[in-house]
């Protein structure tokens, strides 16, 4: 390598040197031996640099020494077969395993994708008593064999269930879900009672069907009010003289009304009231005395329970008299209006009232 310089020839003295060191990584006796002789040829083309011709010599002597040795490395397989046949134990667990996946798969698709499945395991949770999870698969089942019967039976016992927890509003819904099964009924109304009795005055309550105004809380019993009132019922259906006694409002709100909103065990919960209402002495107009379920408030009692009642600002009949027999009070914009409107009128809203036992 004449001509080159001082840098350069020492540049190509590091290369051979590297390639030289790099049998190192090298598995193959035969490829260190191929690799040391290419080292060698570097260094004596480098002459009398440094001790290349040293170098050199080493190199090949290295490369004739690998030579002579042979490469112990195990032969690569054939084919799959050559290898180590597992044990028939070990043949048989696979099987077994692989077997039990494709089981726990098929069941998995059955029992949750056929009807039959689903019944089988809506069984299950309710055997072990989990009358929850058992109602709601139930459920899903409408028709399917006994599904809608097993579904009454569980959701009653989850409802059941809430009721010994205290857990009123939860049983309250539940119960009214299946309110003609068993004794439902019973136990709704005994839920819903629960609930008023815990309720703060002027407080919203559901019972039955409609929504009251909590207006008064005794030892045993609370009054309740009507939240919204009732529209298109007019105090009697004729232009008459009426009392409260005599009036078609009164005899609808005790019959029809009260059985369209409240169940036999509600009815048998609301206290049979002496209802006196009283002449009206400005205009001498008489009024009556009765024993009723539901009523509705005097004159007084608009003004006592005023305050819970102002958020509907909806005109409202009163019970008693006004200037004639032909008409009765009512209130407007939180006033009482003495003096009445006709009976037969049907845009004064009904707002019916009813003293509840909570014993």
């Not at 112990?72 to 077997?99: C, E, G, H, Q, Y």
Request: with cysteine; proline share 3%; charged share 30%.
């Amino acid at each position: 390598m004449a001509g080159l310089s001082e840098a350069e020839l020492q540049s190509q003295y590091n290369k051979a040197k590297a390639l030289m060191d790099s049998i190192d990584c090298l598995t193959k006796n035969s490829d260190k031996a191929a690799t040391l002789k290419r080292a060698a040829k570097r260094f004596e083309a480098l002459g009398e640099y440094s001790d290349s011709p040293a170098m050199a010599a080493k190199c090949q002597a290295e490369a004739e020494k690998y030579s002579k040795m042979e490469d112990n490395l195990p032969p690569a397989p054939k084919n799959p077969m050559d290898l180590k046949k597992p044990s028939k134990a070990f043949t048989w667990f696979l099987r077994i395993a692989v077997f039990l996946v494709i089981v726990g798969i098929l069941g998995f698709f059955y029992t949750r994708k056929t009807d039959h499945g689903a019944y089988l395991r809506s069984s299950f949770y309710e055997s072990i008593g989990n009358h929850e999870k058992a109602y709601k698969m139930f459920l899903h089942l409408k028709d399917y064999k006994d599904s809608e019967k097993r579904y009454l039976q569980n959701r009653y016992q989850h409802a059941c269930e809430l009721m010994e927890k205290k857990k009123f509003m939860d049983a309250k819904n539940a119960f009214r879900e299946i309110r003609d099964y068993k004794d439902s009924g019973a136990k709704l109304t005994t839920a819903e009672i629960k609930l008023i009795k815990k309720t703060k005055k002027n407080g919203d309550v559901l019972f039955g069907e409609a929504h009251w105004i909590v207006a008064e809380k005794k030892k045993d019993k609370v009054f309740l009010i009507k939240t919204k009132p009732v529209n298109g019922i007019a105090y009697n259906t004729t232009d008459d003289n009426v009392t409260w006694k005599t009036s078609s409002i009164r005899e609808y709100l005790n019959s029809t009304y009260m059985n369209d909103i409240f169940t036999d065990e509600m009815i048998q919960r609301i206290i049979k009231t002496k209802v006196v209402v009283k002449d009206n002495k400005k205009f001498g107009t008489k009024g009556s005395t009765t024993k009723d379920k539901l009523f509705m408030l005097n004159a007084g009692q608009a003004y006592k329970y005023g305050e819970g009642l102002n958020v509907f600002l909806k005109d409202y009949w009163l019970i008693g008299p006004g200037e004639t027999q032909r008409e009765a009070q009512f209130v407007s914009a939180g006033q009482v209006k003495e003096a009445g409107y006709p009976v037969n009128d049907r845009y004064i809203n009904t707002r019916p009232c009813f003293w509840l036992s909570t014993k």
